[in-house]
């Protein structure tokens, strides 16, 4: 923590310049390490492979060359981005002379407890060392060859830019016992716990650091009467299929009754051939076969799989209560072409993130231009959705006067 602390000062006060230059020489190295990088990763997933990691975490944990090209650009992204630090909110005097600035500063050092994605490594760092944090990250057993691999890089990265390489750090070792040392670090200022509503809860729960409450994703589809069928269908293909070991992705897919004939054998054909496995109510297997009974944890499960809940509902009032008592505060959405109840859905939804005609998958630092994210926060104190750079910032009030007292 010492090293941390040390770090995140000097980082705090170099130039914007510099700290950028350490993101792009990043960016070369995820470039020029590729192959270094993937046969760490390579040895992570054949552990994995025999411990019994299921499919969709193994490709939680792949890295390949498309992924660290696209991680090269978002680095590159964030580089671009306006330094968050220094920027002021508006200067203003008082009666009595005292000129007033409240201007953004880094929070301090950021522990992350994350599992599976490497990436993390690679998102959560370019955001922190461009807002001017420190980052402890601790990751899972099955990725930590990855992680240290990214980790390495990122020091030689900040070296060459003349910042100080213990800005990012890892854990050395997997043990459980150093997530509850970071859950009890004193001198943390923030903890981001990333991984499964198990971890998140331990940590939010148990935590006596600051904690913010990130991405469990039990996420809706509301294909509403009035809607496009096709683009329900495709909508519903990209969030369940696309990805469907991400927070991100749909769990659970809310029809109206009166299109259920048409649009649930549309549904079962559209996603039959990826091998999604339907949990449907009584009404939607009465119309497919195939499915398998929901029952009450159905529809409260982040499957995380190839899995989706179907449940048919009795219009817009309906979808809301289902959502309302069995949603994450994630991402919603709603396929309809009636504005009215479009807008009803936007306006009422209790979500990080609502969509009106289009796919939960885009909830994404990357996609929302932030370039990354350290996570996506669910809850609303003091950042909510794809945690950029601002989201990694706090304010400090400045004032400058010429001998200006209060009492005296």
Same mark, same amino acid.
């Given at each position: 923590?010492? @090293? #941390? ?8 006060? #170099? =130039? ?33 492979? @025999? ?14 060359? $498309? $992924?660290?090209?696209?991680? *090269?650009?978002?680095?590159?992204? +964030? ?15 008082? %009666? ?12 301090? +050092? ?7 994605? =490497? ?32 980790? @390495? ?7 060459? &830019?003349?910042? =100080?390489?213990? !800005? ?7 043990? /459980? ?24 809860? /331990?940590?939010?729960?148990? *935590?006596?650091?600051? +904690? ?12 509403? /009467? !009035?809607?496009?069928?096709?683009? &329900? ?24 009754? &009166?299109?259920?004939? @048409? ?17 449907? %109510? ?17 529809? &409260? ?22 959502? *309302? ?18 807008? *009803?859905?936007? %306006?009422?939804?209790? !979500? #990080? ?7 939960? /998958? ?47």
């Amino acid at each position: 923590m010492s @090293q #941390a602390k040390a770090a995140q000062k000097a980082l705090a006060l #170099a =130039p914007g310049r510099e700290r950028n230059r350490a993101l792009l020489a990043m960016a070369d190295l995820l470039v020029e390490e590729t192959e270094a990088v993937m046969a760490e990763n390579r040895r992570d997933l054949e552990a994995a492979g @025999q411990e019994g990691l299921s499919g969709p975490l193994l490709k939680r944990l792949e890295l390949t060359p $498309k $992924k660290l090209s696209e991680l *090269a650009e978002g680095l590159r992204q +964030v580089a671009r981005l306006p330094d968050p630090l220094g920027r002021g909110e508006g200067r203003r005097q008082l %009666d009595n002379g005292l000129k007033i600035e409240v201007v953004h500063v880094p929070l301090g +050092v950021i522990g992350l407890i994350f599992e599976s994605r =490497p990436g993390v490594v690679v998102e959560a760092a370019a955001l922190t060392v461009k807002s001017g944090n420190a980052v402890i990250l601790r990751g899972g057993h099955e990725a930590q060859r990855s992680n240290q691999a990214l980790v @390495q890089l990122w020091r030689r990265a900040l070296g060459s &830019a003349g910042l =100080p390489e213990d !800005a990012v750090q890892l854990v050395p070792s997997t043990d /459980r016992q150093y997530v509850e040392g970071m859950m009890h670090l004193r001198g943390l200022d923030l903890l981001i716990p990333r991984g499964g509503a198990g971890l998140i809860n /331990r940590v939010v729960h148990e *935590a006596t650091v600051p +904690v913010i409450e990130t991405g469990v994703g039990n996420c809706h589809l509301y294909v509403h /009467r !009035a809607a496009d069928l096709n683009m &329900a269908a495709h909508i519903l293909r990209d969030g369940k299929v696309g990805n469907p070991a991400v927070c991100n992705a749909l769990e659970t897919l809310l029809v109206d009754r &009166a299109i259920k004939e @048409q649009f649930l054998p549309l549904a079962w054909e559209t996603l039959r051939e990826d091998g999604v496995v339907f949990h449907g %109510d009584e009404e939607t297997r009465a119309l497919l076969s195939d499915a398998i009974p929901a029952t009450e944890k159905d529809w &409260a499960e982040e499957y995380l799989s190839l899995d989706l809940a179907v449940k048919i509902v009795d219009g817009l009032e309906e979808a809301l209560a289902h959502i *309302a008592r069995y949603g994450s505060g994630h991402s919603e959405a709603v396929v309809t072409n009636d504005y009215a109840v479009g807008q *009803a859905f936007l %306006d009422s939804v209790d !979500a #990080a993130a609502v969509y009106w005609n289009a796919s939960t /998958r885009f909830t994404d630092g990357f996609q929302f231009g932030l370039g990354a994210e350290v996570g996506i926060s669910t809850q609303k104190l003091h950042a909510r959705g794809p945690m950029g750079l601002e989201a990694l910032t706090t304010v400090k009030t400045i004032a400058y006067g010429q001998g200006q007292t209060r009492d005296l």
